[in-house]
Each structure stands twice: as C-alpha cells, then as structure tokens.
C-alpha cells in the first residue's frame, strides 16, 4: 500500500516538473513568447474568417458566426495539439527512457495537460468575444465542461494510442498528418453543418469531434446549432459517439499498459 | 534481515535484433505472411544471471565491453524487463546510469535542478529546502540563472552531480559516472563513496576500475559473455578480470591489422612486456621488441610511446632521440630492442604503440599502435596520471616515533 502511495507521489511530482517544462520551452526564445498561445489561433482564425465568412459567406444566417467559428478552430487546435504532440511523445523522450524507470504515461499526461492550459487561455479569449458581441447566456453553458471533458479524454486516449504505436510504426506520424488534413475539413469547424445534406449531417455527427464541437457551440453560442440530437431526432444518439470515445480509450489504456514496459528496449 | 537488498534469480535477456530497419507499415505488410521473418536475429544480452546483494554491502559488477553488465543495471533499475526470471528489490533504488538524466540546453541550471530533481523523485519543496545546498556544493552560485547550454560540460556534470547525491536512496546503481570530470571531481566522487560505505547504504557498482574495486566492493562479481563467472572477494575477481584482457592480446594480432600500417621495410616481428600486471614492487617496464627487416635498411628509427586509456600520450621516445644509430640491415636480419621504463604509472590501464621510421623520419615502416597492454594497480592510490616512488620523512606528532 505504502509503495502504491510512493509510486503515485512520483507520477505527480513528474507530471508537475513537465508540464512546467513544456510550458517554459514551448516558446521558447520567440520575442512575443506566451502570446503566441493566442496569436496563433487568433490568427488562423482571421485568416478562415475573411476566407470563408467574408469572401464565401459562409454561415451568413447563423448568429454570432464568427465567435461560432472561433470556438470551433480553437477545440480543433486542441484535438490537434494533444495528438500530434502525443504521437512523438514517448519516443522523443528516448534518452529518459533508456536511463530512468518511470511511470511512462507522464509523459504523455503532461503533453495533454500542457495543451489543456492553452484551451483555456483560447476559450478565456473567445469569452471576451462574446462578452463584446453581447453573446446571451444560457444556463444551459454550464453542461459545457461535461463536453469539454469528453474532449479532453479522446484527444488523451488517441494520444496514448499513437504514441504506443509509433515506438513500433515510425511512419504513423505522416499518415495521421495527412488523416488530420481530411478530418479538418470533415468536421464542421469552417462551414456550417447546415450546408450540407441531412444524410452527410448525419453520418459526419457520429465522428466524436464533431458531435462535441456542435454540442459545445450549441451550449455556448447559440441554441440553434444543429447537434447530433436535433439532426437525429433522437437523444440516444449521442451514445454512439460517446461508445467511440469509450472504445479507443479502453483500447489505449490496454496498449500503452501492455508495450510501455518495452519502450525502452525498442525505441 | 533474512531478505536481500536486491536478488537476481535465473535472469535471461533476449534482444530481437532486426538487420535493417523495418519499423514500417511497408515492412509490416510485406512481412505479414511470412512466419519466419529472416531480418531477426536473436541476442542473448544475459543468460541465468542470479545473485544476490546483501543491506549494506557494496557490491561491484565487472566485465568487459558488451559483456551484458550494463544490460542487467538497466534490468536492476527496472528500465529493461527480464525475458526470464525475477529481479526483486527491496527498498527505494536510485540508478545513477548517468548524470543529468533530462537535463535541457534551454533551461537555467536552476529549472534544470527542479526538472532532474523531480526526475530522481523530490517534491519542490524537497528541492526548495535544499536548493542552497546543491549549489553551494557544485560551485555555481553564480552561474544558475544562466541557461545550460552556456555551461561547460564540467559545470553541467558538476551541477548533475551535486543534485543526484541528494537521492536518499536505500540502494544506488552506479554505472561508471566516475570516468567523467577531472581529478578534483573524482575525488568529490571517492569521498563520496566513502560516505555511502559509512552511512552503510547497498552499492552496485559498475566499473572497469580495478583499483576502484579493490578499494570499496566488499565483494564483487565478473561478467563474461553475458553469463557470470565468478562472484567473490573483490580481488580475486579484480585478478579474473584482468587476465581476461591477456589471453586474447596474445592471439589477436592477425585481427589487428587496422591498427597497424606502413611499408614493411622492416617490421615488429615479437612484441613482450616484462609485466602484464604491474604492481609497486616492480621497479621497471621492459618493453622487449624484435623486428626484421624485410629489405635493405640504414639507420631506421625505432620508437615508442604509452598512452592511457584515454588515448593520452604520457611516455615515448626513439632511438633517434636517444642518438643511438642501429646501422645497416640487410634483408632479413633482425634487431632486438629493449626499451626499460621506470615504474612511474598510476593505477590503470596502459597500451604500448611502436613504430619504425626511415632515417629521416618520413617514410613509416611498420607503425603499431596498441602493440601491447598492461594494467597497473598500486596499494598507494592517487588519481593524477603518474604515481612514481615517493619517500615520506616527518617528525614531530605522535605519528612520528611509529613507522
């Protein structure tokens, strides 16, 4: 019991020194530092908004389409952030492997948690946005971090999943480069799910990032979001994006568990 | 206590070896249908490993390179899993396999204190209550606001240092820290050791340092091909593990062309040392060498130097130096030559490169390097290159009237 207690107080004294670490070099040198953690977002932001919204007129019948978007770029980000930071995260921490005996999930804990401070600091901002343009509150926001935590966990499990597997298959990192650029544009992040056919709407909500984006939007932004209930017409829908997130993260913790103590013979 | 510290039961290690990198999806597929997969070979890294390490004992691990001994720290340290067998350890272990396990060039000596810190297992406020401590002790009260990367590699090893001796461990693995650093480190790292030996803390000890293992193992344990060869009193096996060495120099010589080059206008026919083992009691190195020429030859130049195991030049001269011209060789004939060397050698191990030149020292006959090896190991240990005779006369003190 005491070594359980031992082993725990070290995981956490770890994750805590590397997220700090993560933070403190993530910017490491760059003039603006921090800010970028806004910057970067707020500007690919500007650059889909005059694309799309300005010059496409896009979402031109939904209230508050550029905060609508916003939020939408700035949960992608964070699902993007988590798993491809994930991917590399064991083996570019060889040289610890290969020297020290550690709870290996820190690593990639950390990486996840570093990248949930930034969605804060994002979601901080697209708070000021809608406090600007007058955004009603509904009480119904407050579900939103149930949401946020099913985000929070599939962008983990992924992680823990890719991670695994590149120690094995070094070329999973290019194939989910290219998987992510497609899955970017098949989630509504940049259009409305409006746009599309009721048959495409449907089958696009089951993807897990989609279904918590609308949610999240619908929460927060405005009630007339098409979510995976209102395109289905049923609540019980929902479950099976949820049995996904479920799925891959019963898969990743089996996996990470069963390779982790061979990760540092085989990197 | 009945327990050991740490116990090895029939330990076995296999590394699957792919020929050629083949970690990919490509590999994957084309090797999907095929069930023995001919870019595998199979490495026996250790093979029925069992011993055991009692409280408070200091226990040496030796063997030559790739013998497996660095293998089972790792598997000690839990970093490699056993193929077969157990490995129990009883207590908190710290490995020190190397120094400054996830140091970064980017961050200050201090954040580097925290994050190595935290990597051996303290808290920040075991770190904080500490902090002066470590480094007052590394010496870099003014250097910690600086990043790593402006640190020299000894300001680094030394900050590493004074942050791993902190670990209050039961157990410490010791993989060989002590080859880096310079004389005043080793003796921070022997006093050190000396301390542990005191506060009767468990030691593994990996080395190649004989003297090392003479001076602090209580016993200790030779390693040989991945499988162990003895395990007993540390100078018995210390005496194993150097004649491991001998052996094979006196067979090796075909293999060791890559060491040896010129254009055989004479050449080393035989090559001896009076000692492969040298103590304090013996008062000189003889160097015996016997070369033929192959051609006519004038006035060649013979030479020789010793170097440490660092590759360091410490002794050497030619007969051009010592201005003796050896004359005319005729095709065939052959010159003995003996060098004598007074016996000024500090504990370690030492290669011998010989050489001939032509009379002006242009064209290379026969140039060897590490002809040959011997291994010094003196009662008197000093951690400076040379150790020569040195008489000792005091009086006064109550030391004085003893002899």
Known sequence: MKN??????????????????????????????????????????????????????????IPNFPIYLLLGIVLWNYFADVTNGGIGAIVGRGDLLRKLNFPKYVIVLAGSFSALINLFINLGVVFVFMLIKNVDFQWHGLLAPLVIFELFLFALALAFFLSALFVRLRDINYVWEVFMQG????????????MLPLSAAKILLLNPVAQMIQDLRYLLVTPQTPTISSVYGNEWIRLIPISVVIFFTILAVWYFRKNSPRFAEEI | ?????????????????????????????????????????????????????????????????????????????????????????????????????????????????????????????????????????????????????????????????????????????????LAVGDASFQRKCFDYFRLLKKQKKTVIFVTHDMSAVREYCDRAMLIEKSKVVDIGAPSRIATQYTKLFNE???????????????????????????????????????????????????????????????????????????????????????????????????????????????????????????????????EERVPYPFNPPVELEFTGGTGAAKK
């Open chain 1, 4 to 61: 359980i207690a031992h082993r725990y107080r070290y995981s956490l004294i770890l994750l805590r020194e590397l997220v700090i670490t993560d933070f403190k070099l993530r910017y490491q040198g760059s003039f603006l530092g921090y800010l970028w953690s806004l910057l970067r977002p707020l500007g690919i932001f500007v650059i889909l908004y005059l694309v799309f919204v300005r010059f496409l007129k896009f979402g031109a019948d």
């Open chain 1, 183 to 194: 899955a970017f544009y098949a989630t509504p992040i940049i259009y409305p799910i409006s």
């Open chain 2, 248 to 378: 094979p120099t006196k067979g090796r010589r075909n293999e060791e062309k890559a060491n040896r080059w010129g254009e055989k206008q004479m050449e080393y026919s035989k090559v001896s040392l009076s000692h492969d083992l040298m103590s304090k009691n013996e008062q000189k190195l003889e160097i015996k060498l016997e070369a033929t020429a192959t051609e006519r030859v004038e006035d060649p130049i013979l030479g020789f130097l010793v170097k440490n195991q660092s590759g360091q030049q410490l002794i050497g001269t030619n007969t051009l130096v010592k201005q003796r011209q050896p004359g005319v060789f005729e095709k065939g004939e052959k010159i003995q030559i003996t060098w004598s060397v007074d016996n000024v050698f500090s504990d370690g191990t030492y290669y011998v490169d010989i050489a001939i030149n032509d009379r002006d020292g242009v064209t290379v006959y026969d140039w060897w390097e590490e002809a040959a090896r011997f291994e010094v190991v003196n």
């Open chain 2, 1 to 177: 206590m009945a327990d050991a510290a740490v116990k090895a039961e029939g330990v076995y290690k296999d590394f699957i070896l792919p020929h050629e990198k083949k970690d990919s999806i490509k590999r994957v597929f084309t090797h999907a249908f095929t069930k023995n997969n001919p870019g595998m070979e199979v490495q026996h890294a250790l093979r029925n490993v069992s011993f055991e390490v009692q409280d408070g004992e200091f226990f040496g691990i030796v063997g030559r390179n790739g013998s497996g001994k660095s293998t089972l720290l790792k598997m000690l340290a839990g970093i490699y899993q056993p193929t077969k067998g157990n490995v129990h350890i009883r207590g908190k272990l710290v490995p020190f396999i190397e120094l400054g396990v996830g140091f970064n060039a980017e961050l200050t000596g201090r954040e580097n204190v925290y994050l190595n810190g935290a990597l051996l297992g303290f808290s920040k406020k075991e770190i904080d209550s500490r902090y002066d401590e470590i480094v007052e002790f590394a010496e870099l009260e003014r250097f910690m606001d600086q990043k790593l990367k402006n640190y020299s590699s000894g300001m680094q090893v030394r900050l590493a240092f004074s942050v791993a001796i902190m670990a209050e461990a039961d157990i410490l693995l010791v993989d060989e820290v």
